[in-house]
């Protein structure tokens, strides 16, 4: 039975990879400009936000939660960080505070899952419309410019031709992927998205693990803010909305089960690619933002889909092993 699901799970994998590809000859033929060095740095940059997003609904996912405030505290976290660096604040001091800030709206999700026992659905709608909210008045409507060379060169360097803000995706995605599939940590993650009564009985605590997932979420997009307000030299409280829903569908296409329990970062690091090669050849081909909307809609429906069908075989193996074994 274990060798079978390696062997599904790879299966998975592969047919990522096969839709990498397609989705490349597509767009390459589309527009010649599509595959080339330049472009697949653009692509990888473009994706690091996404890709910080992902990390942190892959834990909360798997767990069995779910976020849709993170465009909004990536916006908020740009501008509060543009703020405090137009005001003299060093740019040690912005990253702490602009950090300790997204762990503190992970803390006030976590809350009102954990403790008003809100649906995480309900929940995070309620954060994603207060912090945009907030990100618009603290900075009176208006995007905050940057000038603090340090600040900006977040934004600017490169380490063997690579941006720095692949680099920080990259080494993240490493440790929170170890953490995941290697600690007791992750071990508590999977245990309770696959069931939260089973795991409570069994002496874990899921109120602290959601906890430390949403605050992890937070501290991430808060992270993603300080950068894409450096890419962008301004804090912006109108940017990246609907940036939640491309990471979610990159971590169901990766394989991470919208019920919880199942998944894993390779899957989710394919999604990631898949998602943002998807929406960058959207661009180039100039196909005009509305449709853009509705195709990007019809992928996520797809990686639903594909979640709802992975979970119907998932079903059925096991009732053939318990049979089986009966």
Known sequence: MEKLKKIKIGGDKLTMI???????????????????GTNIVNILVAGSLVG???IGHTYL???????????????????LAALLSAAGVPFGFVVLITVVSGAIIGVFNSFMVNKIKLDPFIATLVTQSVIRGFAYIICDGKPVSITDPTYLLIGKLRIFGIPLSVWIMIILIAVFGIILARTKFGRQIYAIGGNKDAARLAGLNPQRTILICFILM??????????????MNSGQPAANVNLEFDAITAVILGGVSFMGGVGGMGGTILGIILIQSF???LTMVNVPSFWQYVARGALLL??????YIRKQK???ELLEASMKNA
Do not use: M, W, Y
Request: net charge neutral.
């Open 52 to 54: 910080l997003v992902a």
């Open 18 to 36: 096969a839709a990498i590809i397609v989705v490349f000859i597509i767009f390459s033929s589309l527009n010649h400009n599509f595959f080339t």
């Open 279 to 281: 929406n960058t050849g």
């Open 302 to 307: 797809f990686a639903l889909t594909t979640d």
């Open 61 to 79: 996912i798997i767990a069995a939660q779910n976020d849709l405030s993170p465009g909004a505290v990536v916006a908020f976290s740009g501008v």
């Open 314 to 316: 998932r079903e059925k």
């Open 218 to 231: 937070g501290i991430l997009c808060a992270i993603g803010g300080i950068i894409f307000s450096s890419r």
